[in-house]
């Protein structure tokens, strides 16, 4: 299949699509692929996160706001579970466009070229794989993007496997890139609008627990990740934050890694809530995020009800609670 997808990439002119408010993994895999599968354009039609907006100014790269498919032979898309990722963008995908993701299978995406390897903590990770089947040369700011993609995906290694670490030495010594360097890519200043943002997170947080293992939920205008981790340091198993959008909302959610080891995937039981209430919602076991039309607060209750479920499960399967 990856062979499959170089031909596809080689030769066409195309446009590289990220999801809304896009991360460092998917702007590395972007950055990577136009480069190595040239001509290209990159576009983020619901922008990006504050991490990836400051690594693509530090690095000079031209990100779109808004594209017309016509004008391209090929329209690629990286690290977006489902079209329901764009919003609030409204974008429209041809059919028989390439389709480049590591996140469990929604299956929204009908009639395209699909390439998933869910197997992968980051989609640079599968974006690395395809440039080296194709034997194309990467630039060292390529490989570098790419490794900013595998650090923040993994929580800076958190959520690292094997392959991931394995992967990330092997650009490092390929393209003589010093790990001090990696790391300072994403390293970047907390805002003040981003601390005050945890801040009032923190303040309006609401939880409850099973035993030792809690669930806390908050609800803000933006930040909703950052504030995730702010509840997770503080003391959470599992932390969901929403911010409403109009009719719309954004939701991100997280777990430590106890959690997961004992059986929470955020990713499931996104993605679960997500068919039922015809959202978008999927992710990784100690990452994951949901989006559509509908109440943030509602949508934060099914969350918590939904986790709190999972909590009991495990302490009847253990007949033990996260310590």
Not at 234 to 249: H, L, M, N
Not at 289 to 316: N, P, Q, V, W, Y
Request: proline share 3%; with cysteine.
């Amino acid at each position: 299949m990856i062979e499959e997808t170089v031909n596809a990439l080689v030769g066409k002119s195309k446009v590289i699509l990220v999801h809304g408010n896009a991360d460092m993994d998917a702007i590395g895999s972007a950055y990577a692929l136009a480069k190595c599968f040239p001509p290209a354009d990159i576009c983020a039609p619901g922008g990006t996160d504050r991490v990836a907006k400051l690594v693509s100014e530090k690095m000079a790269i031209d990100i779109r706001s808004e594209f017309d498919p016509s004008e391209y032979e090929l329209t690629v898309t990286v690290d977006t579970s489902s079209p329901e990722q764009f919003l609030p963008g409204n974008v429209n995908i041809p059919e028989g466009s390439v389709i480049i993701d590591h996140h469990h299978p929604t299956g929204k995406w009908e009639n395209m070229h699909f390439l998933c390897d869910d197997s992968k903590v980051s989609c640079s990770e599968l974006v690395y794989d395809i440039i080296k089947t194709a034997g194309a040369e990467m630039t060292r700011d390529a490989a570098l993007m790419l490794l900013g993609g595998m650090l923040t995906d993994s929580g800076h290694f958190q959520y690292a496997d094997s392959k991931l670490l394995m992967t990330f030495a092997e650009i490092l010594d390929n393209y003589g890139i010093d790990m001090d360097e990696a790391m300072s890519l994403t390293r970047t200043e907390q805002s003040m609008s981003e601390r005050v943002a945890v801040m009032k997170g923190m303040g309006r947080s609401t939880f409850d627990r099973v035993g030792e293992m809690i669930v806390a939920t908050s609800s803000g205008k933006s930040y909703e990740s950052a504030t995730c981790k702010a509840l997770i340091s503080s003391g959470a198993d599992v932390a969901f934050v929403a911010s409403q959008r109009e009719e719309g909302f954004r939701l991100s959610g997280r777990a430590n890694q106890e959690a997961v080891r004992r059986g929470i995937h955020l990713g499931e039981i996104m993605k679960g809530i997500g068919s039922e209430t015809e959202t978008d919602g999927g992710g990784h076991g100690g990452a994951a995020g949901m989006s559509g039309t509908g109440d943030a607060d509602a949508m934060l209750h099914i969350c918590m009800k939904r986790t709190m479920d999972e909590f009991r499960e495990i302490k009847k399967r253990t007949g033990s609670e996260l310590p």
